[in-house]
DNA sequence: TGCGCAAATGTTAGCGCTAACATGTCGTGT
DNA sequence: ACACGACATGTTAGCGCTAACATTTGCGCA
């Protein structure tokens, strides 16, 4: 591990102060172009990399955020976690990746720790803390983003998708091809998304102008099995349904093998349609339509609207991407 | 953005000096323990959380590794990220994340980038670069591990999973359950991957004292099409074959579904294993025969290598790990 | 010719922490 | 009673950089 060259080597190297190879560096003020071109020069010739380490300490800004999502290895937070990195990188900040397994002491250690590393900001994927104790934890410390989470104060916004719109989405596409007695997989009661996805389908019924007397809810678990179920139960006892939303794709995805099993032919005697577009809804048979949360989106404008903070720039305080439909063959 | 506590003010309010705060932080040395408790309850009080960017300035270690990856939407990569961050947070260390998309351009940059950052190491995923560009980007600054990839010199070490014996795995157990004629669809030949799984493919087949003639072996696309195309043409020109090995999941996926529709029945016809172990594999039907890669384990030990090695603790400095068989309907 | 002002560069101090050395304070054994 | 050493604590300097102010240089213009 040789000796790293400093912002003196330059200095000395080119006969200026440091000073003056620090206005270089970072671009600043009025450096004589000769001089400017010289400094770099030595600069490329001895390989000079300045340490940000100790810019930071001067500075008071480590140009770094960090992203704390449950588990990098779901799909979901993964794409969330390439967006904020891609927005970071692009305006020259650093991320740092926190996953907390969905455990509140976890969670409150990866934010101290994150503070203790003096990032600029944080983006919280779905936290779990209460209100209370996360603005306890940062009280005005730190500068925090929240994603799929309501904004709460202190927070400098939130970013969510707008998931019950997602179903409306869905059922207005159902409605327009005609299909008029609909059934909803509605997930767990209680669980989380549940209420809100359920509140969009019913809105959306009622928007379309169709009975919500008509429309069938069935609690289901969030599983593939969950679907399996739901669905063999709709098909025996509502055989007169002709679409079926699902909570999410693995319970559409369970639907679909419920309806092989049971002789139904999908979409012809019924539509169905999941909500999340995972990898796997474009390769089940026949493939899924569903519709897709911008997850790369949330990723990308919650660090976006961190950095706009942090820079002073205006900013939204909520935002609500809109989810978009993908229109496949289980519900043409 | 309020004033943060410094190691001044604990000193300044338990009448200490600030070495003494130091030394309770870092449990170092011999502190009184009546002294350490009244700095320590301090601490509480105040608040106070150390500033590791000063820290590291003055330690010259930043307790921070870079992760390079192409994409950490890649289910892959996310795995072996979120095994490098468990171990790195097991040990103290925080984890920056980087995606270069497999460009070599991103991947200079982010290796550059990180080394401003004054990581104390870098692991490296399957890295593209040449091994001279990697050395001359190095050159003994940083510490680093490669994943996916041989050991090059100045590297700390290696870690990678036996890919060759994963394919030697599914050979040998279907081999076991009795069928003798054995095809591979073997992906693109000069792809990444193609060279060492086939070899491991005609090593297990000699190994079994198979005929090497007898086995038959497809070059496909590496996606989903590519092992419909390759099951199509097998069960029309090969139909005395009994397993077919895929080049990975997805080329079996789409192998199976070729089977569905040629009416090939599986595996009572035609055993079908793939390589990889995607969600997906257990979620099609039937529920496919596959090579577990320790995706997770390769970044846990990549990271603890590097620890160790940070440590100047003794360390292995190429790890090849085991892939797993996991045995599901598609070839029982 | 010299004044004044802007551009270019230098100087000083300090970010918050720790390494290394310096000093102080006991109890102990003779 | 005193010297010694072990433990406890303090002092000094510096990590590499930048902010803020200080100084120098060059140039236009009266």
Not at 60 to 89: H, K, Q
Not at 221 to 227: E, L, N, Q
Request: charged share 25%; glycine share 10%; with cysteine.
């Amino acid at each position: 591990m040789r000796q790293r060259i400093t912002i003196a080597d330059v200095a000395r190297e080119a006969g200026v102060s440091t000073q003056t190879v620090s206005r270089v560096v970072n671009n600043k003020d009025s450096v004589r172009p000769e001089t400017r071109r010289a400094v770099l020069e030595v600069i490329e010739r001895l390989g000079y990399q300045p340490n940000s380490v100790a810019r930071s300490l001067a500075t008071n800004r480590t140009l770094t955020l960090g992203v704390v999502v449950s588990d990098i290895s779901n799909p979901y937070f993964a794409d969330v976690v390439r967006g904020a990195e891609d927005a970071a990188r692009e305006r020259g900040y650093h991320v740092f990746l926190c996953n907390t397994d969905q455990d509140l002491q976890r969670e409150v250690e990866a934010i101290r720790a994150l503070q203790g590393r003096q990032v600029d900001g944080v983006v919280l994927c779905s936290p779990r803390l209460p209100e209370e104790e996360l603005m306890e934890l940062f009280q005005g410390r730190q500068e925090f983003v929240l994603v799929g989470r309501e904004w709460i104060e202190n927070a400098v916004g939130s970013v969510r998708s707008d998931s019950a719109g997602g179903v409306g989405l869905v059922v207005e596409h159902m409605v327009t091809r005609g299909l008029r007695k609909l059934a909803f997989a509605a997930g767990r009661p209680g669980g989380p998304g549940h209420r809100i996805r359920l509140a969009g389908f019913k809105e959306a019924i009622r928007a379309a102008g169709l009975d919500i007397e008509s429309a069938v809810i069935l609690p289901c678990a969030t599983g593939h099995a969950g679907g399996y179920q739901a669905a063999s139960e709709l098909i025996e006892k509502h055989p007169d349904v002709e679409g079926l939303i699902c909570f999410n794709d693995l319970v559409a995805i369970g639907a679909l093998r419920a309806c092989v099993e049971h002789g139904v032919r999908v979409p012809e005697e019924l539509a169905v349609a999941g909500i999340g577009d995972i990898a796997l809804a474009s390769l089940v048979q026949p493939q899924l339509t569903t519709v897709s949360h911008p997850r790369h989106g949330l990723g990308v404008q919650a660090v976006s609207m961190l950095i706009d903070h942090l820079s002073g720039k205006e900013h939204e305080r909520e935002i609500l991407l809109k989810p978009e439909l993908i229109v496949r063959a289980s519900a043409p």
